[in-house]
């Protein structure tokens, strides 16, 4: 039951009841209102800064990884800025030295040089022996042509071969710099020491399309929780004894058993497993060998670009896995 106030009247000399004024109860609720929004604030910040949820973990500890690769970067860049710096005073001393033997000719010497012009007949001679070599090389060249053409006959079954070959790069690579790190003796991210690395790793952001290097079937597929490891894995069977895997993905879109076309995009690059920094991690197997998968990356490259991508892979650096 509410129980009422009193208040003593003076003039009746008695304790009378007091009425309550709606503006005394609008104060009330906005006052309980107000004490209720501050201590559910104080509960949000204590529980923030008691509690870590998952998500929190998982990007302190990459922005741990991070801060540390950042810090190798950054004493990388200043290892190269200083050799640049020794290579332009090199330069420097080259461009100097060369200045000083460099002797003008005398303008006598000059006119005393005996200059006889070519024959006109001798060199009309020149260009048209040229031009019927020319002409001769072209006639050649498309008579093998229309000769390969004519016998070069591929069937169904070699046809499917040759599209299991993993000859496809795996990430968008046009510019031919997120190859960073190849197949073979490298040297390790975390204790610094030599291993062999079983793959090539394409360093992209999270999220990057992954996709398969050839046709074929998902043979397996991992995921893993763990800070260390490959992390999300993808595993391909191409057929001929072919196999190809897919490290360190963020997310997976297909399932085991699958049947995969070139070209399809099977998962998403990320910084799963023991990763330094979002990246996919490749390998290529032959007969359940690892082998190096730079020998098959050639599908829509030049011979140019092929070898700039060659050059890449057999620098001998730091892996991301």
Do not use: W
């Amino acid at each position: 039951m509410h129980q009422l106030k009193y208040r003593y009247n003076p003039t009746t000399c008695r304790y009378e009841p007091v009425s309550v004024q709606p503006k005394n109860i609008i104060g009330s609720i906005l006052l309980y209102l107000s004490l209720t929004g501050v201590l559910a604030t104080a509960l949000l910040f204590l529980h923030s800064a008691v509690f870590t949820t998952e998500t929190e973990r998982a990007l302190i500890q990459e922005n741990n990884v991070l801060k540390a690769h950042h810090k190798e970067l950054k004493h990388e860049l200043k290892t190269v800025q200083a050799s640049l710096l020794n290579l332009e005073k090199a330069e420097g001393v080259v461009h100097e030295k060369l200045a000083r033997n460099l002797e003008q000719p005398d303008l006598a010497d000059q006119l005393a040089v005996n200059y006889e012009p070519p024959q006109v007949d001798d060199f009309k001679k020149e260009i048209k022996k040229t031009k019927d070599e020319s002409i001769n090389l072209l006639t050649k060249a498309r008579y093998t042509n229309f000769v390969l053409a004519s016998n070069l006959n591929i069937d169904k079954k070699s046809l499917e071969l040759l599209m299991n070959i993993p000859a496809f790069q795996p990430v968008e690579n046009k510019e031919l710099t997120k190859l960073v790190s190849g197949f073979g003796s490298r040297i390790h991210p975390f204790h610094g020491a030599t291993y062999f690395h079983q793959g090539v790793d394409f360093v992209a952001p999270r999220g990057t399309p992954v996709y398969a290097s050839a046709s074929g079937i998902v043979s397996l597929i991992n995921f893993s929780d763990l800070q260390m490891g490959n992390g999300n894995v993808i595993e391909i069977d191409h057929g001929n004894g072919y196999k190809t895997r897919y490290h360190h993905l963020d997310k997976i879109n297909v399932k085991q058993g699958q049947t995969i076309a070139k070209g399809s995009v099977i998962g998403t690059v990320g910084m799963t497993g023991g990763a330094v920094s979002p990246h996919l991690h490749f390998e290529v197997l032959k007969n359940n060998k690892h082998v190096n998968p730079i020998d098959y990356l050639f599908e829509g490259l030049t011979s140019t670009e092929y070898e700039a991508l060659r050059v890449l892979a057999n620098q001998k650096n730091q892996a991301l896995d």
